[in-house]
């Protein structure tokens, strides 16, 4: 198994570990010890291969429902961990779809981190110990018009009626280029209101932002846990009500709950899958979104890589049925989904805190990327959902302004 050293403080400013879902109280005392990456050439089998890695670290994720020991303080405290929607389709064997647009990005990241020294709070320096360089962000150029983004609404709403798939997530890619240090940028795309996965992970020439309230997977005391989203409208009195009161985002919305129950059904504990919350609206910035919670208890002997099969790529932002609608989305989206509808989060023995990359952005040395979309069924409006995935937009861009 190859292995890679760390490598994020060679190439951008350093910062105290970002990564969502890392434990609090241990945040200025984590040290990076180990780093794995994999891309599609490296071969193999990503999740299988993150697992063992883990492993050999001092993080074995072999069996999610062994209680974990007593927490370590001068051991390792666990990894972040970064999977792609590209890997996500890759290990349950759909196509990748378009090239990945921020080069020099991976496809899954692990970083293994213990406990050292404390970190002083402080501005962002870079390697050399220089000030951070000022940002500087250009125009975003879309990937694709409103027009074309319409159109492939409506191609899937014919493949919809022609019964191929029920319902397909369909996203938009866009790209401005930039100067000076990204992670203040990132940082504030991160802090954004209603933002459960704010945090970063940083590599050697590549950055990440997230911005996600959406949980794709958490473990939890022996339970499994996904909070869905789908469903938005302008966070207002009238738009809350609206929201409450659409057919259209409550039906997409129960199929992705079912797709979500069905997901974790393959590896919980038999007859334990429930909903424990449907269709409850919460905030992010300026927009409501609908969002459900579906629990179950985690089967004996299931390991970390059985778990992102499951699970990956997530429900919301694919489709149902999974598979039909990853072949869909393969032939629509002109530009790869990158760092976008993927995973972010934590990992240790004991615990998982897995959120869904939305509202999400990503730089690479000359780039900043995001991407937008959303669910679409027969009754989606084209024009209604090139709106939608803007307003998802907006508030991401503004935290990215140059300045």
């Known amino acids: 198994m ?18 969502p879902g890392a434990p609090a109280g241990c945040r200025r005392t984590l040290v990076e010890r180990a780093r794995w990456q ?11 291969r993150a697992e063992e890695f883990l492993a ?11 209680p974990a020991g007593r927490h370590d303080a001068a051991g390792m405290c666990g990894a972040a961990l970064y ?16 090239a990945n647009p921020v080069t020099g990005l991976p496809e899954v990241a692990v970083v293994v981190y213990g406990h050292g020294p404390g970190t002083p709070p402080g501005a962002a320096v870079a390697a050399t110990g220089a000030p951070a360089t000022p940002w500087w962000r250009g125009a975003f150029a879309e990937s694709w018009t409103p027009r074309q983004h319409a159109d492939a609404v409506t191609a899937v709403r014919a493949a919809i009626g022609r019964g191929d798939v029920y319902q397909v997530n369909v996203v938009g890619h866009a790209a401005a280029r930039y100067t000076g240090d990204p992670l203040p940028a990132l940082s504030r795309l991160a802090a954004l209101p209603g933002a459960r996965y704010g945090g970063t992970l ?17 473990l939890t005391d022996g339970r499994l846990i996904t909070r869905p989203i789908k469903g938005t409208r302008p966070a207002t009195a009238a738009g809350r009500a609206e929201l409450l009161a659409s057919a259209k985002e409550r039906a997409e919305h129960v199929m992705i709950v079912d797709l979500e129950r069905n997901d974790l059904a393959r590896v919980a504990r038999t007859g334990s ?26 089967a004996d002997g299931l390991g970390l890589a059985d778990l992102l099969r ?7 932002v694919t489709g149902a049925p999974k598979l039909a609608a990853l072949d869909r989305i393969a032939a629509l989206e002109p530009v790869g989904r990158g760092a976008s509808m993927g995973a972010l989060g ?18 690479d040395a000359e780039r900043v990327h995001v991407w937008a979309g959303g669910g679409i069924t027969w009754g989606s409006d084209p024009d209604a959902e090139v709106a939608e995935a803007a307003a998802k937009a907006a508030p991401v861009r503004a935290t990215l302004v140059g300045g």
């Open 2 to 19: 190859r292995q890679d050293g760390p490598d994020g403080v060679d190439t951008l400013p350093g910062l105290t570990v970002g990564t």
């Open 83 to 98: 999977v792609s929607a590209a890997a996500g389709a890759a290990l349950v064997g759909a196509p990748a779809g378009a």
């Open 273 to 298: 899958v429930r909903v424990d919350d449907l269709f409850a609206v919460r905030r992010w910035c300026d927009l409501w979104q609908a969002e459900s919670t579906v629990s179950a208890a985690v």
């Open 38 to 48: 994999w891309r599609p050439a490296d071969g193999g089998d990503p999740a299988a």
């Open 346 to 363: 934590w990992v240790a023995p004991g615990r998982i805190d897995l959120g869904l990359t939305i509202r999400t952005a990503a730089v």
């Open 202 to 218: 940083a590599g050697a020439g590549w950055a990440i932002g997230c911005a996600s309230p959406e949980t794709l997977v958490e």
């Open 310 to 316: 499951a699970v990956c790529p997530g429900g919301s």
């Open 56 to 66: 050999a670290h001092g993080l074995p994720l072999h069996d999610l429902a062994r």
